[in-house]
């Protein structure tokens, strides 16, 4: 830990839209396939490639994990483009997660196979981010977990820090999890689990299962690398012991990030393009030209191009986002601004994002003048006129995004530590400010 007394950065003043917007976007590769394609390249037969991936916080404390337990990972002729070789898993090495769900959930399955202690930490705001299901499962598959003094045995860590003990093989087979709080738990035992001595058979027991496109993904991108998975079964997977190919693949951009700027067209009218559009995807940013067509715009998608077009009008929304979980700061903007009431459900779970991002959420549009509750699985919101103010981002980078779409419509709203948007975009102001035709 290091103590610090440089001034926090000032607040970034959110730019008003003056005029329609007619603009074409590149977003950067997305995090969760960077970050799964790296998993599978490090753990794979053969040296393998990564094209378009994302660089940011998060892909980048990935690589750095993964290069601390073995794998050797090159820059390219350009930044986004890894070369990856993958070693023998070591251990005795410490793991920054950030505040990175895919680092913390994704590798400690990776750190049993490691021939020593994997100790795991990440920022502060990470140290309350759900953790126990994952832990619970590797202790159940007989692997020693235990908290940063190796003093409380018999009582498994719930949160960062912890240690992994790895001991160079986990022998595998069936085990339960509760994944209601997170679909990653489920995401990283399935990507190690090829390496298991008998594979794995998880069985998904909690009430509700967030995201299951991010297991979908997992499962798709375990299949492209000929790892035998049977997911035939609701809530159960299957997977069959064997060698991880390696590949040499081209990441998507990320549809999620894609979200705020495709919205920015309902809230300032004209168009906005994102290309790469993927036609096939597992991700679930997929959803958002039909979410965006229920609020008011009008979208198409030609040669991997998808235009979404508004006229500034948008409209309230009724809408069960437990696939998409990561979607909802860019729909709570939209609704905040919107002519009727929303009510965004099936998001109990985003309490363990970034951030408690309901509570988070209802704050700053609370703070802005509007009208946000929080229920017991998401928020209403009921559009009121909105003021400018400084709003609170909760080193969570979808708060800063989604105060950027209030801030297109409403004047002085300034986005306290806009670098955040670092963990999965960074440029994004400039990204911002360029889809609304100026360079400042
Ligand atoms: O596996 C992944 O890449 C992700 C899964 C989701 O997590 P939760 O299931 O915890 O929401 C999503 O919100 C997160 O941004 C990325
Ligand atoms: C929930 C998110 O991130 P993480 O991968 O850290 O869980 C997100 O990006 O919205």
Redesign the pocket.
């Known amino acids: 830990m290091t103590s610090s007394t440089t001034a926090p950065a000032p607040a970034w003043e959110a730019p008003l839209a003056g005029a329609p917007l007619d603009a074409t976007v590149e977003i950067p590769g997305s995090?969760?396939l960077t970050?799964?394609l790296l998993v599978l390249a490090a753990l794979a037969d053969a040296p393998g490639t990564l094209r378009g991936a994302l660089r940011s916080r998060d892909a980048d404390l990935m690589i750095g994990a993964l290069r601390a337990l073995g794998a050797g990972i090159a820059e390219g002729d350009q930044p986004s483009t890894l070369h990856v070789t993958p070693g023998p898993v070591t251990g005795d090495t410490d793991i920054d997660t950030g505040l990175a769900?895919?680092v913390m959930?994704?590798l400690p399955p990776f750190a049993a196979l490691a021939d020593g202690p994997v100790r795991f930490d990440g920022d502060a705001a990470a140290r309350v981010r759900p953790m126990l299901p994952v832990l619970a499962a590797l202790h159940a598959l007989g692997v020693t977990v235990h908290g940063p003094d190796g003093a409380d045995e018999g009582e498994l860590p719930a949160h960062l820090p912890f240690t992994v003990e790895g001991r160079g093989h986990v022998a595998g087979g069936a085990v339960d999890v509760d994944?209601s709080?997170?679909?990653?738990f489920v995401?990283g035992l399935l990507l190690a689990a090829a390496r298991f001595e008998r594979g794995l058979t998880l069985r998904h027991i909690g009430a509700t299962l967030?995201?299951l496109p991010?297991?979908e993904?997992?499962v798709a991108t375990l299949r492209d690398v000929g790892v035998e998975v049977d997911d035939s079964r609701d809530g159960m997977w299957h997977v069959a012991p064997g060698p991880i190919a390696a590949r040499d693949v081209r990441v998507e951009p990320d549809l999620?990030n894609a979200a705020p700027f495709l919205a920015a067209a309902l809230v300032a009218g004209g168009t906005v393009r994102v290309p790469g559009w993927p036609t096939i995807t597992t991700q679930?940013g997929a959803m958002v030209p039909e979410l965006l067509e229920r609020m008011g715009g009008t979208y198409t998608l030609a040669d991997g191009v998808l235009s979404v077009t508004g006229t500034g009008a948008v409209h309230g929304i009724d809408v069960d986002l437990h696939a998409?979980?990561?979607l909802a700061p860019t729909f709570a903007a939209l609704a905040a601004l919107a002519d009727s009431p929303s009510r965004l459900r099936g998001i109990a779970?985003?309490r363990?994002?970034e951030t408690d991002r309901l509570a988070a959420l209802a704050r700053e549009i609370t703070r802005l003048g509007g009208q946000a509750e929080e229920t017991r699985d998401g928020l209403v919101i009921t559009p009121r006129p909105l003021r400018g103010d400084v709003v609170r981002t909760y080193e969570d980078h979808r708060m800063a995004t989604s105060a950027a779409l209030l801030g297109l419509r409403v004047p002085g709203v300034q986005v306290e530590n806009v670098a955040t948007t670092g963990k999965t975009l960074p440029g994004f102001t400039a990204m911002w400010q360029r889809m609304l035709g100026s360079d400042a």
């Open positions: 995090k969760s970050n799964r769900g895919t959930r994704f994944a709080q997170s679909s990653q995401s967030p995201s991010h297991i993904m997992t999620s679930p998409g979980g990561e779970h985003l363990g994002h």
